[in-house]
């Protein structure tokens, strides 16, 4: 059966028991694809995004690359050695992202879109706690270290209400990477270039999950998508369908 896009939105919708105000501060939890971005878009549309998936599209598409170009691999020791030139990367020279220190060496010109991306993560965190905005990080944060750092990176005052948003995922993990493909192949038909997460990451970012621990937010709310998620991939394929047989 298939469903309208409000149809959809309905489905996912999840309503918060208050008013989010620009003291708070929303860290979203969990793997790609779970509903994340609707969720900001229903329940806090005015919110302050900080998201490093939106950054690295901008900064790639700016450079005429897809999102997939910034992760398509580091040169190889023999490429360097020999100098290799990539005939859409670019020339071999130093890295230009700071923290990427186990890869010494990058192709300049994707490398170049990653720093640059890189640069607008660290802009957009100096700037969301002034923002006058709710705060959303939209981003994995499975992993309580990297929470804990982010969060420190941002440096919320006293005066901000810090809340988790864990989106539930046990049992669905199959169905999600599946919805994960079928979002990847309609952004292809729609010419929006490719964004394919490998299982080898939804694997990382799923089996390394670390539930929040007390103290860590004010307020923790938890959102089930998981009886959402084959709504949302026949709704893609719905779309992909309609796309391929010429009616989209």
């Known amino acids: 059966m298939k469903i309208t896009k409000q149809?959809?939105?309905?489905?996912?919708?999840?309503?918060?028991?208050?008013?989010p105000t620009a003291n708070h501060i929303f860290m979203l939890i969990g793997p790609p694809s779970i509903g994340k971005s609707t969720w900001i878009r229903e329940n806090v549309p005015d919110a302050f995004v900080i998201s490093s998936d939106e950054t690295v599209e901008a900064a790639a598409k700016a450079r005429g690359f897809?999102?997939?170009?910034?992760?398509a691999g580091y040169p190889t020791q023999e490429e360097i050695d020999t100098g290799f030139d990539h005939p859409r990367?670019?020339?071999?020279?130093?890295?230009?992202?700071?923290?990427?220190?186990?890869?010494?060496?990058?192709?300049?010109?994707?490398?170049?879109?990653?720093?640059?991306?890189?640069?607008?993560?660290t802009r957009l965190k100096k700037a969301s706690t002034t923002s006058g905005k709710p705060i959303v990080?939209?981003?994995?944060?499975?992993?309580?270290?990297?929470?804990?750092?982010?969060?420190?990176?941002?440096?919320?005052?006293?005066?901000?209400?810090k809340v988790g948003v864990v989106f539930e995922f046990?049992?669905?993990?199959?169905?999600i990477k599946y919805l994960a493909q079928t979002r990847?192949?309609?952004?292809g038909l729609e010419g929006k270039g490719p964004k394919t997460i490998p299982d080898a990451a939804y694997d990382r970012i799923m089996g390394g999950y670390q539930k929040p621990t007390e103290g860590e937010f004010d307020k923790v709310i938890y959102v089930d998508n998981r009886g959402k998620?084959?709504?949302?991939?026949?709704?893609n394929l719905g779309r992909i369908t309609s796309l391929t047989s010429g009616h989209g």
Do not use: C, H
């Not at 046990?170 to 169905?175: K, S, T």
């Open 7 to 19: 149809q959809l939105i309905k489905l996912i919708k999840e309503t918060l028991d208050f008013a």
């Open 66 to 71: 897809s999102y997939d170009d910034l992760f």
């Open 137 to 161: 990080i939209d981003m994995t944060n499975t992993n309580a270290g990297g929470r804990k750092f982010m969060m420190g990176q941002i440096n919320p005052g006293p005066n901000f209400v």
């Open 89 to 121: 990367y670019g020339p071999i020279g130093d890295q230009q992202v700071s923290w990427k220190k186990w890869a010494p060496k990058a192709f300049q010109k994707t490398n170049l879109a990653e720093k640059e991306a890189d640069d607008e993560m």
């Open 229 to 235: 998620v084959k709504d949302f991939t026949n709704y």
């Open 184 to 187: 990847s192949d309609l952004r």
């Open 170 to 175: 046990a049992g669905a993990e199959e169905d």
